[in-house]
């Protein structure tokens, strides 16, 4: 079983919509407060009126009616199978994907009623401009509010480590990934405002603004990365398919690899910006 426990404030951003399956495997337990200081640009929760009352069976997604809003302090969502693992960037399965939707934030998300992408870690919607020489920017800020679980500002080269992790040699299950993001060819982060970065594309690209925005899984470098290797390498020279081929060979990266494809990320521990954060997984 896996345990979270919610947060707020940014935290909470989409996490009430999703509410439900996203919590657990088999069930997987979330205690709520009243919901009050939660900031969401979309809808505030209404506050709880029951301490005491509970909710337990299988929700299906976005079926979570008014009442259960309203009452609901402990919610136990069912879904239909165990996760592959804790590491949301390699694992493939659905029920995984789920969970780690409400672990984890990207820059944009879609609307579950809406059905158009909101920017949720971006403060607003990406600014796209062409260059004289025909490529596209994209410049985007960081909400000051957006937080890691242990407090830590979310920064852009949190985006570059995150976009670096696609194209390192050697990571699991990433190549699905390649195709909706090898069109970049370099992140600029302002060198005043480290919220604020621009993502310069190749050429033009129909979907340029929403791929990486919904495709790049957002997740924070001091965790995953401690010692701070993916440092020394460009994300440049990581995107240059000739020097990528070369980087496979390279001792640094074949150690940071074998490091993030570790056990200690699929069943042990994980970090993220969510609604929810992972606390413990009991096994059966």
């Known amino acids: 079983m896996l345990k979270t426990q919610s947060k ?17 495997t088999f069930g997987l337990v979330s205690c709520t407060g009243d919901g009050s200081d939660v900031k969401d640009p979309i809808t505030k929760p209404d506050p709880v009126q ?12 976005l079926a979570l009616d008014d009442n259960m809003k309203k009452t609901a302090k402990k919610v136990r969502a069912h ?21 780690g939707y409400q672990t984890h934030q990207y820059l944009y998300q879609l609307h579950p009623e809406k059905y158009t992408y909101e920017p949720v870690l971006a403060k607003e919607r990406a600014k796209v ?43 699991e299950q990433v ?25 310069v594309c190749k050429e033009p690209y129909m979907s340029v603004e929403t791929s990486i925005c919904s495709n790049l899984t957002i997740i924070p470098d ?17 995107l240059d ?14 150690e940071y690899a074998k490091f993030f494809n570790g056990d200690q990320f699929k069943f042990e521990k994980q970090a993220g910006s969510g609604p929810y954060e992972f606390t413990k997984w009991d096994t059966n």
């Open 129 to 171: 401009n062409e260059t004289e020489d025909g490529k596209i920017t994209l410049d985007f800020e960081i909400r000051p509010e957006a937080k890691w679980d242990n407090g830590k500002e979310i920064t852009a080269h949190d985006i570059v480590y995150s976009l670096k992790l696609i194209f390192t040699p050697g990571i």
């Open 79 to 99: 879904v239909l199978g165990d996760v592959q693992h804790l590491n949301f960037v390699t694992a493939t399965d659905a029920t995984t994907t789920i969970i």
């Open 222 to 238: 001091y965790f995953y990365d401690p010692k701070g290797i993916m440092k020394g390498f460009s994300l440049k020279e990581l």
């Open 50 to 61: 029951n301490d005491e009352e509970s909710i337990e069976g299988t929700v299906p997604p």
């Open 175 to 199: 190549d699905r990934l390649k195709p909706y993001l090898d069109y970049i060819e370099d992140i600029i982060i302002d060198k005043d405002n480290p919220k604020k970065f621009t993502v």
């Open 241 to 254: 398919g000739e020097t990528n081929k070369k980087l496979a060979d390279n001792d640094k990266i074949k």
């Open 8 to 24: 707020t404030s940014l935290k909470g951003l989409f996490g009430h919509f999703l509410f439900l399956g996203i919590m657990l």
